[in-house]
């Protein structure tokens, strides 16, 4: 058997490992919502201890937010054959291979330690397939982006993690600089955020992740449209049915008090930029 690979990451990055760890429990079970052989073999190619994050309690619910995104992408690409998405934070997400058409291109952006990690695990494959090493933050990125075909930015498990300015900032310029575009992203709601700062997650679970700075409720879209005035709407994407329980998770729009916990997930659009100059 190979050698595994070391994985050292903290801080924000080492929450990377978190999200690989839930969709490949999820990957495993055999009524699997999400087929994701990838992130299987990453975990057992990575040498990282695991066990930190505890019994992966939440895969079901993690991979329901994956599978969120992942049909999301899946619409963009049926309107768009050959379009980029650009996947800002991308970590060792594996969506590429959930998602590829074959006529894809796909940007990864992510940090330097982070981009380390990801080109020993899973190497680029240009033209169709590359990473740039830098901030979401430092637009660099923008220039490397072709918006010929259509453009999707995506940003999952990124956001919570920036200041309330740097992500005002970093979505105005994507409405700015793609019109036509489409961003993704999700985020954590205001008590949750609030619970994170304040240390009372961390006294419920063996892991915590570093505390979520910008958060936003579901609906919350008149915050979002005023980041820019190209941004042509907002709204928040549904939930997948999962097992059990998550069933309803279509439906806890409509259920009350539950509705306003959960986690949204919003898709942006952006307008021709014609009308908002
Ligand atoms: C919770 S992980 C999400 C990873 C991946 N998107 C997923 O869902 O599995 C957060 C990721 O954001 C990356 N990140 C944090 N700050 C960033 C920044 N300023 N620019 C780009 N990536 C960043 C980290 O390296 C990490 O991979």
């Given at each position: 058997m190979p050698d595994k690979i070391k994985v050292e990451l903290d801080g924000v990055p080492e929450t990377l490992l978190w999200n690989l760890f839930h969709r490949a429990a999820e990957a495993r079970r055999p009524d699997a919502l999400l087929n994701d052989p990838r992130a299987v073999e990453l975990v057992e190619a990575i040498d990282f201890p695991f066990e930190k994050f505890g019994k992966p309690q939440m895969a079901q619910w993690h991979a329901l937010r994956v599978l969120c995104f992942d049909r999301a992408v899946g619409r963009f690409l049926q309107d768009h054959p050959g379009g980029t998405v650009v996947a800002l934070g991308e970590g060792l997400e594996t969506q590429f291979w959930r998602v590829d058409d074959g006529r894809v291109r796909w940007l990864t952006v992510e940090l330097p330690e982070t981009v380390d990690v990801r080109r020993r695990l899973l190497p680029d494959d240009p033209p169709r397939r590359r990473t740039l090493a830098g901030s979401a933050l430092d637009l660099g990125w923008t220039d490397e982006v072709d918006p010929a075909g259509g453009v999707l930015i995506t940003t999952q498990g990124l956001l919570m993690y920036l200041r309330p300015d740097e992500v005002r900032s970093l979505i105005a310029a994507c409405a700015e600089r793609f019109p036509g575009g489409t961003l993704l992203f999700d985020a954590v709601p205001h008590f949750m955020a609030e619970r994170s700062r304040d240390g009372s997650l961390a006294a419920r679970s063996e892991y915590t992740a570093p505390p979520w700075q910008w958060s936003l409720d579901p609906g919350e879209h008149r915050e979002i449209l005023s980041?820019?005035?190209?941004?042509?709407g907002v709204r928040d994407l549904r939930y997948p049915r999962g097992r059990g329980a998550l069933a309803i998770a279509p439906l806890v729009h409509r259920i009350p008090v539950i509705r306003r916990l959960r986690m949204p997930i919003v898709e942006v659009r952006f307008g021709d930029g014609v009308s908002a100059a």
């Amino acid at each position: 058997m190979p050698d595994k690979i070391k994985v050292e990451l903290d801080g924000v990055p080492e929450t990377l490992l978190w999200n690989l760890f839930h969709r490949a429990a999820e990957a495993r079970r055999p009524d699997a919502l999400l087929n994701d052989p990838r992130a299987v073999e990453l975990v057992e190619a990575i040498d990282f201890p695991f066990e930190k994050f505890g019994k992966p309690q939440m895969a079901q619910w993690h991979a329901l937010r994956v599978l969120c995104f992942d049909r999301a992408v899946g619409r963009f690409l049926q309107d768009h054959p050959g379009g980029t998405v650009v996947a800002l934070g991308e970590g060792l997400e594996t969506q590429f291979w959930r998602v590829d058409d074959g006529r894809v291109r796909w940007l990864t952006v992510e940090l330097p330690e982070t981009v380390d990690v990801r080109r020993r695990l899973l190497p680029d494959d240009p033209p169709r397939r590359r990473t740039l090493a830098g901030s979401a933050l430092d637009l660099g990125w923008t220039d490397e982006v072709d918006p010929a075909g259509g453009v999707l930015i995506t940003t999952q498990g990124l956001l919570m993690y920036l200041r309330p300015d740097e992500v005002r900032s970093l979505i105005a310029a994507c409405a700015e600089r793609f019109p036509g575009g489409t961003l993704l992203f999700d985020a954590v709601p205001h008590f949750m955020a609030e619970r994170s700062r304040d240390g009372s997650l961390a006294a419920r679970s063996e892991y915590t992740a570093p505390p979520w700075q910008w958060s936003l409720d579901p609906g919350e879209h008149r915050e979002i449209l005023s980041y820019h005035p190209n941004i042509a709407g907002v709204r928040d994407l549904r939930y997948p049915r999962g097992r059990g329980a998550l069933a309803i998770a279509p439906l806890v729009h409509r259920i009350p008090v539950i509705r306003r916990l959960r986690m949204p997930i919003v898709e942006v659009r952006f307008g021709d930029g014609v009308s908002a100059a």
